[in-house]
């Protein structure tokens, strides 16, 4: 019996070797990597290795970084306040609403079609409609709702937080409607028998059955956001900025410590937001 658990036990390490390799060679030696580099020193020509703490002093003493993560804040809760409400309501009709599974498939499919593009397109897209000459501008000139072009639809914090909710919803979509598609129907039947209105159900059953989704989807939206720099550079008319586009400016400058210790900063924050979200709910032990 001792021979047979060591032989299960040696075969379970032998299949998770390569998954082990792979994770250290791809995932914790880049990471390893750039905390490294992160204490490393840079001239306007060179970079030499050293252990500093230049690069985090600078950053931490700097009014620039605290503003730029202050943005990168902002635009993650705002985008995750909609992408929760739009998702949430969009999941919902697909699970209890469409009865027919053929017609929850063709549904889902459909909330995908964009996603066949890639997210620069996507993004993009907006900025002709949304210009001061757009068709959003155009059409409300025409209806007599305004009498000259709104200035504040695109190149905006406004048209950043419109793309990013465009991008990411669907990350919210896909777990919470997984989630509402295991919870067991009876329950809902019960809570109806029981005298609860559909506000109570929702608010007693469904939502805390969903609370695993709602977290996974939050995760997904809020690390998306942060990490992002594209959206905020075309879509504020590079008049804003957050973390990643902080980095991608170093980098462009050759400046790698410097972008090494922000990127740094901004792990150890979104690592902690995430154990902050998993306190309120254990997806292992839910889903």
Not at 73 to 101: D, E, N
Request: charged residues 10%.
């Amino acid at each position: 019996m001792r021979n047979l658990m060591k032989n299960r036990h040696l075969s379970g390490w032998l299949l998770a070797a390569p998954l082990s390799v792979v994770l250290l060679c791809f995932l914790v030696l880049p990471i390893v990597m750039i905390v490294v580099v992160s204490f490393w020193g840079a001239t306007e020509f060179s970079i030499y290795p050293a252990f500093q703490f230049d690069n985090y002093q600078f950053l931490f003493t700097s009014p620039v970084t605290y503003s730029v993560f202050f943005n990168t804040f902002k635009y993650a809760a705002i985008t995750w306040v909609f992408t929760l409400l739009i998702g949430f309501t969009v999941a919902y009709f697909l699970a209890f609403h469409v009865r027919s599974l053929t017609w929850q498939i063709a549904l889902f499919l459909l909330c995908t079609i964009p996603f066949w593009t890639s997210n620069i397109i996507r993004m993009i897209s907006w900025i002709p409609f949304l210009g001061r000459n757009g068709l959003a501008n155009s059409t409300l000139i025409s209806w007599g709702v305004i009498d000259e072009p709104l200035e504040w639809l695109l190149f905006s914090d406004f048209s950043v937080i419109l793309a990013f909710v465009h991008l990411y919803t669907l990350f919210m979509v896909v777990p919470i409607f997984n989630t509402m598609m295991r919870i067991d129907r009876s329950l809902i039947e019960a809570a109806y028998d029981n005298g609860a209105s559909g506000f109570q159900t929702l608010t007693n059953v469904i939502i805390p059955l969903t609370k695993p989704g709602i977290m996974i989807g939050s995760i997904f939206v809020v690390t998306l956001v942060m990490g992002d720099f594209i959206t905020v550079r075309f879509m504020s008319g590079s008049q804003s900025a957050n973390v990643g586009r902080l980095i991608s400016n170093d980098i462009a400058l050759l400046q790698y410590p410097s972008a090494a210790a922000t990127a740094v900063v901004l792990l150890a924050t979104v690592l902690l937001i995430i154990a902050v979200l998993l306190r309120f709910v254990d997806i292992r032990k839910e889903l």
